[in-house]
């Protein structure tokens, strides 16, 4: 080791070590295959809302999750459980309409807008952020935003 010395070959030893750790502890994940899950749990949501299914939102809502409603009102994980099972009281349907995923490293904020009716004819649609993180392996909703807002009216065919 004449020219690079025990403390050369030290340091280059603990860089290599520190850079090997660094890349170990970066998570990875397949972004077209995260897009595609997040879609499709943003779609499962969106059916929850008429079906009162909680099995797909209890697992796609971290345990931390917090959220805001259209009036407001601040709701954690087990608040919209709860809504979710009464769902079908209220909406005949809901569907997703669009989801547009940008990826930020681990977080990936969501921006899209649902179509729902009630059992009473009314209509309109939800349009909401939810921010999601990549953590122990898994994506999840961390937070979301609702707003309702009036369907838009249909064209006049021509």
């Not at 409603?69 to 009464?86: N, P």
Request: with cysteine; charged share 30%; net charge neutral.
């Amino acid at each position: 080791m004449s020219g690079f010395g025990v403390r050369g070959f030290v340091r280059s030893v603990v860089a290599l070590g520190i850079c090997l750790v660094l890349c170990q502890c970066a998570p990875r994940y397949d972004e077209k295959e995260a897009e595609r899950y997040i879609r499709e749990c943003e779609s499962q949501w969106a059916d929850s809302v008429a079906t009162g299914e909680t099995k797909n939102v209890e697992r796609f809502l971290a345990d931390d999750f917090r959220g805001v409603d259209t009036k407001g009102k601040l709701y954690d994980k087990a608040e919209q459980i709860a809504d979710t099972r009464e769902g079908p009281k209220h909406f005949k349907s809901n569907r997703l309409n669009e989801a547009k995923i940008r990826f930020y490293g681990t977080t990936a904020i969501v921006q899209g807008n649902e179509s729902w009716e009630r059992h009473n004819g009314q209509r309109g649609r939800f349009v909401w952020t939810d921010t999601w993180l990549y953590r122990n392996g898994k994506w999840q909703i961390v937070a979301a935003e609702d707003l309702a807002v009036a369907e838009p009216a249909a064209s006049p065919a021509p």
